[in-house]
């Protein structure tokens, strides 16, 4: 039924317990997992402030790139395939995306992530994930 699992995720605690859920969706498919992990560069914090300074970019970038090494190794070390994706934009849309271009069958996505002050302003990535998305969507709590 699922072979293709996208896990929306940003290294925050309950994108690791959406992790933990996806490897083991994909284990008893045989299931392939792409992570994908969207650098905000529009906006920092949910207040738009113009174009980000590139050292603050390059920063997020570097954090984004070590969490999803340690969410392909994480999935890698249950015997899951992994593949990981550095995404940047609007957090949902480019999920939303993502899912279309990889063919995902299922997205996998905590119910909150690190950025609790945007969900205040714009909403949660997790509900324009489900609004938008064509794709069945599995939101970890």
């Known amino acids: 039924m699922f072979k293709r699992i996208l896990v929306a995720y ?18 008893k498919y045989g299931a392939k997992i792409y992570v994908a992990e969207v650098v905000d560069t529009a906006t920092i914090l949910g207040l738009s402030m113009g174009p980000v300074p590139a050292d603050i970019v390059d920063s997020m970038r570097d954090k984004a790139k070590a969490d999803l090494a340690d969410a392909k190794a994480r999935a890698e070390a249950e015997g ?8 940047e934009g609007d957090p949902a849309s480019a999920i939303v995306e993502y899912a279309e271009n990889i063919g995902a069958d299922l997205i996998v996505t905590g119910s909150r992530g690190l950025s609790t002050i945007k969900r205040v302003f714009l909403g949660s990535v997790s509900t324009g994930i ?8 599995l939101v970890v709590k």
């Not at 940003?10 to 284990?27: M, P, R, Y």
């Not at 899951?80 to 995404?87: I, M, N, S």
């Open 10 to 27: 940003d290294g925050s605690q309950n994108a690791k317990k959406a992790l933990e859920v996806a490897v083991d969706i994909a284990k």
């Open 80 to 87: 899951v395939r992994a593949e990981t994706a550095l995404l």
């Open 130 to 137: 489900v609004t938008h998305s064509r794709k069945p969507v």
